[in-house]
């Protein structure tokens, strides 16, 4: 996966997250699905523009 293509999905994660969120449910599914995509959005997010950081910088 590229670098911006990485960040990119890991914005639209934290959207998921938003939209389950803003819900406002106290369901245990939707608890865990919250945390879920906020783990993989900020993980793909910092990875993607590490990536893009270090291929910058590489040159």
Known sequence: ???LTRTITGVVF???FLTLYLQ???N???SFLE???VAIGIIFITRGLYELYRAKNVK
């Open 1 to 3: 996966m590229k670098p």
């Open 14 to 16: 934290l959207i998921i």
């Open 24 to 26: 406002g449910s106290d």
């Open 28 to 30: 245990t599914l939707y």
């Open 35 to 37: 945390g879920l995509s």
